[in-house]
């Protein structure tokens, strides 16, 4: 059963434009969402997060929006560089429940920016 | 900033053989965890720690032995090794926050 899903597995994007990517979610205890960043030949690392009580999470020019209702996310990039590509993965953690410490990935998205 | 080293990078090895990955982290972290990495399937938790001996079954543990022998090391042993465990393996800790720290990651090729 795959708790987190991720849409679409792979994302083509001019430069400039706005990249967005989906993510949703089965567990109702999940409460805490990162987005982690992966460039080839490295380990992931954590990109921005949000947390179920807020609706949106801005970081420069990276975007969470939060449905809760409807238990999705989506990672809005805009003004996409070259730079930004690399695989998202969205991961999901119940912190304030029995899982606590325990993320669940995404299988990730697959984010070209063309110059 | 956090600071995951993982050992050896690259690892081949043929079916039935013993393998052991190691990781080493400098944070005084205490949870450390385990991951493979598969295209089509993800981040998918293997074993993880929340400290020197503990050790929690992840969410594919079939095949993998980890033990914890300090705050700052976990090991992952594969003790026969199959080719559906060649991989992308990954360690991370983190220091009880969600945000996890990952290493560069093992790729691990069983013939």
């Known amino acids: 059963q795959q708790q987190v899903r991720q849409s679409p597995q792979s994302l083509t994007v001019w430069e400039g434009e706005t990249a967005i990517l989906n993510c949703s979610y089965e567990?109702?205890?999940?409460?805490?969402f990162p987005w982690y960043q992966q460039f080839p030949g490295e380990g992931p690392a954590l990109l921005i997060a949000?947390?179920?009580?807020?609706d949106k999470k801005e970081d420069g020019r990276f975007t969470i929006f939060f449905n809760k209702r409807e238990k999705k996310l989506s990672l809005h990039i805009t003004d996409s560089q070259p730079g930004d590509s690399a695989t998202y993965f969205c991961?999901?953690?119940?912190?304030?429940?029995?899982?606590?410490?325990?993320?669940?990935f995404g299988k990730g998205t697959l984010l070209t920016v063309t110059p | 900033e956090a600071a995951v080293t993982q050992s050896p990078r690259n690892k081949v090895t043929v079916t039935g053989g013993n393998v052991t990955l190691s990781c080493r982290q400098t944070?005084?972290?205490?949870?450390m965890y385990w991951y493979r990495q598969d295209t089509g399937h993800g981040l998918r938790l293997i074993h993880y720690?929340?400290?020197?001996?503990?050790?929690q079954i992840g969410d594919v543990p079939d095949g993998y032995k980890a033990t914890r022998t300090t705050q700052e090391d976990f090991f992952l042993l594969l003790e026969l090794a199959s080719p559906s465990q060649t991989s992308l393996y990954f360690c991370?800790?983190?220091?009880?926050?969600?945000?996890?720290?990952f290493g560069p990651g093992t790729r691990l090729t069983v013939l």
């Open positions: 720690s929340y400290g020197a001996g503990n050790l």
């Open positions: 991370a800790s983190s220091g009880g926050g969600a945000e996890q720290f």
């Open positions: 949000i947390r179920s009580v807020s």
């Open positions: 567990n109702s205890a999940f409460d805490y």
């Open positions: 944070n005084s972290h205490n949870y």
């Open positions: 991961a999901a953690s119940g912190l304030s429940g029995g899982s606590n410490y325990k993320l669940t």
